[in-house]
């Protein structure tokens, strides 16, 4: 009976550091907000609903910190209007028209979907 209650004990103090730090976490200022990714289809001005979630977590994120969007100028404005349309606040958006360079090299004539990209970056 002695064995099983130091294991009990022991096993008590073993977990003691695991709620603390648990609790640290908890008061730990939000961690940085990452950039993300827009990918456009053949339509410069409509934003696709495959990328309707990330729209949404930028716009919650809009809240706490400014965004610059760069792509090129038709569906940087379009990813914009659309933030603003799922509650980001207009002030906290700029647009930097850019060219867009491709994530990968392909060959001659082989159309690159990521250059159709808009990226979304936290201040």
Do not use: C, W
Not at 43 to 63: C, F, G, K, L, Y
């Amino acid at each position: 009976m002695r064995t099983l209650s130091s294991v009990v004990v022991l096993a008590g103090l073993a977990l003691t550091p695991i709620t603390a730090m648990s609790q640290d976490l908890a008061s730990a200022p939000n961690p940085p907000i990452s950039d993300q990714m827009v990918f456009m289809g053949t339509s410069d001005t409509h934003v696709p609903a495959s990328a309707m979630e990330t729209i949404r977590s930028a716009a919650d994120a809009a809240n706490s910190a400014s965004i610059r969007i760069e792509g090129r100028a038709d569906r940087a404005n379009a990813v914009k209007q659309e933030l603003i349309r799922q509650g980001a606040p207009a002030e906290a958006i700029t647009v930097r028209p850019t060219p867009t360079r491709p994530l990968v090299q392909t060959g001659d004539g082989v159309a690159d979907p990521t250059e159709r990209r808009v990226d979304i970056r936290f201040q």
